[in-house]
C-alpha cells in the first residue's frame, strides 16, 4: 500500500501515476540507456513549439545525473537521432557515472564545514574583519 502512494505523490521514487498516464496517452517508448531508465517521445505533433516534447521515466530513483550524456543531449534536442542508432563518439576522457551525493552522509565535506567542527586551520594570507576601533 505505501508502495501505491508513492507512485501517487512522490516525483523523486520515479515517476508519478500522472507522469504515466501522460506518457501513455502521449508518448511512445524510444528506448532505454545502460541505468534502465526509459525514454519517450510525444506521438505524431510538432509540440508547442514545434518540436516534439521528450520524457524520461527513472529506473528507481529520480536523479538526473543518472541520464548519460547521449540521452541528456536527445532530451534537450541537442541532436534529433536517438542514441543507440547515432554514430556517437566516445572520449577517452569520459568517466563511469557515480551519484550526486550532496544531501548524504557521504557527501563531500571539506576542513571547516560545518559538520566537520566549523574550524579549519589558518593560513598566512587569512581575512582579517574591519573593527570600527582600529
Known amino acids: 500500500m505505501a508502495?501505491?502512494?508513492?507512485?501517487?505523490?512522490?516525483?523523486?521514487?520515479?515517476h508519478t501515476f500522472g507522469t504515466s498516464?501522460?506518457?501513455?496517452?502521449?508518448?511512445?517508448?524510444?528506448?532505454?540507456?545502460?541505468y534502465?531508465?526509459?525514454?519517450?517521445?510525444?506521438?505524431?505533433?510538432?509540440?508547442?513549439?514545434?518540436?516534439?516534447?521528450?520524457?524520461?521515466?527513472?529506473?528507481g530513483y529520480a536523479d538526473a545525473s543518472r541520464v548519460p550524456p547521449e540521452w541528456h543531449g536527445w532530451l534537450h534536442h541537442m541532436y534529433d537521432?536517438?542514441?543507440?542508432?547515432?554514430?556517437?563518439?566516445?572520449?577517452?576522457?569520459?568517466?563511469?557515472?557515480?551519484?550526486?551525493?550532496?544531501g548524504t552522509v557521504y557527501a563531500y565535506k571539506p576542513q571547516g564545514s560545518l559538520d566537520r567542527g566549523g574550524a579549519r586551520a589558518k593560513v598566512s594570507g587569512d581575512y582579517e574583519a574591519w573593527s570600527p576601533e582600529g
Open 3 to 14: 508502495g501505491f502512494f508513492k507512485r501517487i505523490f512522490t516525483w523523486w521514487n520515479g
Open 21 to 34: 498516464w501522460q506518457i501513455g496517452r502521449k508518448g511512445e517508448k524510444v528506448g532505454t540507456d545502460a
Open 36 to 59: 534502465g531508465n526509459e525514454y519517450y517521445q510525444e506521438r505524431g505533433s510538432d509540440g508547442y513549439d514545434g518540436r516534439q516534447r521528450r520524457w524520461v521515466k527513472y529506473n
Open 81 to 102: 537521432s536517438i542514441p543507440d542508432e547515432a554514430e556517437l563518439v566516445d572520449h577517452d576522457w569520459i568517466k563511469e557515472h557515480h551519484p550526486n551525493l550532496t
